[in-house]
């Protein structure tokens, strides 16, 4: 199984990296760039407490480790159950400033600011579509072993 989790944080280093050099050029877009800069780096430091290690988790059980009771998948999982709603928010704002920019560049083309919108929504589109499900089942499994080694213990 592909480790989802290191591919995810390749694409979160490339995206911030050409979200911060499009928001400093002179290209017209620059302040919507800014935005989607600000709101991008907010957004991943819930991504890299939830789903970056939920991901771990999925890869650790499918590679047949046996992972005992771990605080730090706990908290992962109760983040996200609690983070969820707000995340998936920040992503359709994300989809309406992405929007906002493909209108611009009807006007003014630019191939390589096309091509950030593109990543940047295909980002979104993977982790809504396949990631945030896998890391919501895992944070389903690891709280449901944690009550019930809370039942066994009683
Ligand atoms: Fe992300
Ligand atoms: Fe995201």
Same mark, same amino acid.
């Given at each position: 199984m592909v480790h989802q989790s290191s591919i995810l944080d390749k694409e979160h280093? /490339?995206?911030l990296e =050409?979200? /911060?050099?499009? $928001?400093?050029?002179n290209n017209g877009v620059s302040e919507l760039f800014k935005e989607m800069h600000s709101k991008f780096l907010v957004h991943l430091a819930k991504e890299n407490e939830t789903?970056?290690?939920l991901l771990s988790y999925v890869k650790a059980v499918s590679d047949g480790k046996v992972i005992g009771e771990d605080q730090n998948y706990i908290n992962a999982g109760e983040k996200f159950r609690k983070d969820y709603d707000k995340m998936v928010s920040e992503h359709r704002k994300m989809r309406d400033l992405i929007g906002k920019v493909e209108e611009k560049l009807k006007v003014h083309p630019?191939? =390589?600011? $096309?091509?950030l919108v593109g990543f940047?929504?295909?980002? @979104? /589109?993977?982790?809504? /579509?396949?990631l945030y499900p896998s890391? %919501?089942?895992a944070a389903k499994t @690891? %709280?449901?072993e944690h009550e019930l080694k809370g039942m066994a213990v009683r």
């Open positions: 280093a /490339e995206l =050409q979200l /911060e050099d499009a $928001s400093l050029k789903i970056l290690p630019n191939a =390589q600011l $096309s091509r940047l929504l295909e980002h @979104i /589109e993977l982790e809504e /579509e396949f890391a %919501r089942m @690891i %709280r449901l």
